[in-house]
């Protein structure tokens, strides 16, 4: 048996009954890496200290009593990867950017801290889109993540990164972000679970913003089980995040049985690949035959959801990244003959792309004049958006539907078209926008390539989804 192959919970029990050592478990991760790495590009930096924390633990180990104690923290010496985002102390936090390349993060992020609370061992850094910006890892600074079932085509993004790395066994779970789809789309192109937590129940501190009001740290795990274990370790209210939920409501767990599943008619339609629909349907046909109870609802107001959202979130961007300046953070154009040229000087070489048209985007829609006939339109459209969701709710228990109109496409397919890179997430922004809770679960392949479902909660009833996905897990597994 090679470690890295097992699930989070098969790895913590292994450890548990000493039938590993965590020193074998990390070592066995950095092997894939070694494997895989170059090719895929999955991370960008690979912390050279992980074995020896794994011997730390190893040698805490002895201090807990043997077999499946109770006190050994739920992510003991579990290898976790973490998207170059996220800000770990005193390691380099590039978020994909020329910008930050050598900016050195002065704190743990709270989910760090948390990770670090429950026993993980952190083992790197993983490739993103710049800032989060995309759906394919192909506008990272630092080159594309590959596709661990087809190298030739993408790994989705923006948490691309991540999705590799679990699904090529170089983690045994990881870190990323969702602000439009960036954990789910990957995870749905890479045959991985992506969990997106409801908006405030993981804090954000310590996570290089992209989009405040939308950004949601979350898993991507092999099983929607080890999903469950990591969202439990990092989430939580946060005094650095005030967004954070200071109390979660009461979790409302239904039984399996009760529960009513709506399928969304706007998911079903032009666009979306018929292949991957035929997917999508037959498990749904397998839950019938085992009992579930389907309604079909509509959302009238999808259609402009991708529109809404490429209206606030450049907004956001533009007034998040205005910080990146050459002179607080990393680096810093050495040719300016004044302020503001350090400031032109840097900005222009140290962003991509991608994010210079959303910050020129974000600054025009907030600009005096546009602000009403677009930020402030598009703030109602969310508004309708999010009521939308909350009709259906009243009717069903979960939203099931595809993860992405298709599966994963080609390197360089869509680089060259923006609008059809942003089509990409035309099925998890709407989530975002509304704050709701989401999971992506692996839905069996198309050939060689990995299809995704998703299934949306209603808000803080993360508890439903986990228990829905679990169940459709072992169905599309059982075929
Ligand atoms: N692909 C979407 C975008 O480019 C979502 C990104 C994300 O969730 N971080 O905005």
Redo the contacts with the bound molecule.
Sequence with gaps: MNPAHLTIKEAAENIAERKISVTELVSSCLKEIEKHNTDLNAYLNIFDDSLEEAKKKDEELSGYPKKDSPQIPSLFGIPIAVKDNILVKDKICTAGSKILENFVAPYDATVISKLKKHGAILIGKTNL?EF????STENSAFGPTKNPHDSSRVAG??SGGSAAAVAANMCLGALG??????IRQPASFCGTVGFKPTYGTVSRHGLIA?ASSLDQIGPLTKTVDDAEIIYKAISGGDDFDSTSVKNLPLPSKKERKDLVFGIPKEYFSEGLDPEVEKKIRKTIEKMKDAGVAFKEISLPSFEYALAAYYVI?PAEISANLARYDGIRYGFSHQEAKNLLEVYNKSRHAGFGDEVKRRIMLGTYTLSAGYYDAYYIKAQKVRRVIKEGFARAFEEIDLLLGPTTSTTAFQLGENTKDPLKMYL??IYTVAVNLAGLPAISIPAGKIGNLPVGLQLIGKWFEEENIFEAAKFIEKLITSR
Excluded: P
Aim: charged content about 20%; proline content about 0%.
């Design positions: 889109d989060a910006m995309g759906s993004g923006s972000s969702d602000t439009g789809g960036s992209m979130v990409a997430d």
